[in-house]
């Protein structure tokens, strides 16, 4: 027998995890979700009680309609019962927003949320203070606006990443229509069905309408080892994914997606006439990790090849595929597909998927220009005649007169918006003719700032954490703008003009990816963090973590050190890639250093 007659073998010998496609018996939680008719039941019946809140069971299903149930811890009461209330996101492919969902939105958050809107770092909206008897109100009119809140959470693809900016030019346009559709193709077929009973009367008239494309993909499930075993829910089954799953797509060179954050990272490569001529595919990576709990990691995609452009669909249905039958059905924390490849290795992974789901060819990568994280900040040149501008949003929070003035010029001038992944927001197709009033409007309300924001705020994230989530075990988002303004005032009394890259979460889930960062933290305790270092401003690398429980008053002089051993270099490198070249020892003594100053 040949060496390839052997290894083929040994994969056909591989033992599958649990999933309805293998007959495997089920865990509870994969049972659960079998039995729930395509996410319906508790769920439905629960939408009609009096209760101001679901039960457990019905609040995992909640999450595969884009919804999760919060209690806003500070408004806890003894001997009162909690503050119930619902968060909200939406599916928005590449960050767009139509002018009309945007209004929609604006008004719901006023009269049946907490009066906030945020842009997350997946490049879609949320809402927060949703009670829930006003929970399919607000679904219904999302979707009768043209938006869908479907997939935005659970055990399914999410919202799928693209480059925000809407140049017509270069790979951008192709890049927007392969993240469209992708959303699509990984779309549920059964859950679509029940989203719309639930939420809509069962109002068809909103499916969504995949292209040719994706139409012939899809046919394509129905059919051997694709083939979930489940006709309803041809793709995914009754019991969906293992975990959530995760896409990207770019072009080469714009990293503002964070591609190696991802199940799947896409780089489109296009003819000069825009076509999409191929994508080089990383797959693997992802964020979240438990304190205390090594199994656990951040880990960074790995490159699988280069595939040619009418075979891109194929593969993310495939690898999407292999991760659902091969994916950890028995132990959550590992179920995402990273810990798949970890454990068996990208070799193994790459010949699964080619002698079972796969059987184009998967090429050498395509070279890259060195990658850079863009955040499209101030006025471009969208197309001729048509400009978009970069506007700051730290945090991602709209609210006040921010969010009051915003929403005038968007109903306006009729302006589209697109959500960065770094949590800002693009105003798009703003006409030459437009642009001078526009500009003084933005100007005049405080939203555009001559001077721009400072550098380190312009590519600092930070996720919600407290009050609303539940994971979360200190602050981030309100934490964020005085952390900022610490650091920069250190930076400025080190005589240091250079920016670091700064992302802050609540938990170790990872939601802001503090993991690439420069400088991350990590909520370990109250006002307690891991202090993350070593990821870099392009966001190739990742990071370390070298103290476990940092009180929050201690950074300046626990860091300052380490800022002074990279200052004496001339900073010739980032504050990334120079912790990388002095080593793990060296960065350990400069911050023991600072942690016993006084």
Not at 22 to 47: I, M, R, V
Not at 243 to 268: E, M, Y
Not at 519 to 534: A, D, E, F, H, P
Request: aromatic share 6%; glycine share 8%; hydrophobic share 35%.
């Amino acid at each position: 027998m040949t060496e390839e007659g052997k290894e083929a073998n040994q994969i056909q010998e591989q033992e599958l995890s649990p999933c309805i496609a293998n007959g495997a018996e089920l865990t509870k939680f994969e049972q659960f979700k079998s039995d729930s008719n395509y996410l319906e039941q508790p769920l439905a019946l629960e939408l009609n009680n009096e209760s101001d809140h679901f039960s457990n069971d019905a609040v995992q299903l909640l999450k595969f309609h884009g919804s999760y149930q919060q209690d806003n811890r500070e408004n806890r009461k003894k001997g009162e019962g909690k503050d119930w209330q619902m968060m909200l996101r939406l599916r928005s492919p590449g960050g767009r927003i139509h002018p009309s969902l945007f209004i929609a939105l604006d008004d719901l958050s006023n009269r049946l949320g907490n009066g906030t809107l945020r842009a997350t770092t997946r490049q879609a909206f949320q809402m927060h203070g949703i009670r829930k008897e006003r929970l399919r109100e607000v679904i219904g009119t999302i979707i009768q606006s043209m938006g869908s809140t479907l997939a935005a959470c659970g055990d399914i693809s999410r919202n799928v990443m693209a480059p925000a900016a809407p140049y017509q030019k270069g790979g951008y346009p192709a890049a927007k229509e392969l993240a469209e559709e992708i959303a699509d193709l990984l779309s549920p077929t059964a859950a679509e069905g029940t989203y719309l009973d639930l939420w809509i009367n069962g109002d068809m008239r909103y499916r969504i309408k995949p292209s040719t494309a994706v139409k012939r993909t899809k046919a394509k499930i129905n059919k051997g080892r694709l083939f979930s075993g489940d006709k309803n829910e041809p793709l995914y089954g009754s019991t969906y994914m293992p975990r959530k799953f995760k896409c990207a797509v770019t072009v080469p060179g714009d990293n503002s997606v964070d591609l190696l954050t991802h199940d799947i990272g896409l780089v489109a490569f296009t003819e000069k006439n825009g076509k999409l001529k191929g994508c080089n595919v990383y797959v693997g990576g992802g964020m979240g990790r438990t304190h205390n709990n090594e199994s656990t990691f951040a880990c960074k995609a790995q490159p699988l090849g280069y595939v040619e452009a009418e075979d891109i669909l194929d593969l993310v249905q495939a690898i999407l595929v292999l991760q659902r039958d091969y994916g950890d059905r028995k132990n959550r924390r590992n179920a995402r597909m990273k810990y798949l490849i970890h454990h068996h290795g990208v070799d193994w992974f790459k010949n699964i998927l080619k002698n079972k789901y796969f059987s184009r060819p998967i090429k050498r990568l395509h070279p890259e220009p060195k990658a850079k994280l863009e955040d499209y900040l101030g006025w471009h040149i969208q197309s001729k005649g048509k400009w978009f501008v970069g506007l700051p949003l730290l945090c991602g929070r709209l609210t006040g007169e921010y969010k009051k003035k915003l929403r005038e010029i968007v109903q306006t001038y009729q302006l589209e918006i697109r959500l960065t992944p770094n949590q800002d927001l693009l105003l798009c197709n703003i006409g030459s003719i437009q642009k001078s009033s526009v500009n003084k409007e933005l100007i005049k309300a405080g939203i555009l700032k001559v001077n721009g924001p400072l550098p380190l705020e312009k590519h600092a994230i930070a996720c919600p954490a407290l009050p609303l989530c539940g994971l979360a075990m200190t602050e981030a988002e309100r934490f964020l703008p005085s952390i900022l303004e610490r650091i920069h005032t250190q930076l400025n009394k080190l005589k240091i003009e250079k920016s670091i890259l700064i992302r802050v979460t609540g938990c170790p889930n990872g939601c802001a990816r503090p993991y690439m960062a420069e400088l991350g933290l990590v909520g370990s305790g109250v006002n307690q963090y891991q202090l993350w270092l070593g990821g870099t401003p392009n966001l190739q690398s990742l990071a370390k973590p070298y103290i476990n429980r940092m009180p929050l008053n201690d950074l300046e002089k626990t860091i300052e050190p380490l800022l002074l051993d990279w200052k004496k270099t001339g900073f010739q490198e980032s504050l990334g890639k120079h912790v990388q070249k002095i080593g793990d020892q060296r960065v350990t003594e400069l911050l023991s250093i600072g942690l016993q100053a006084p």
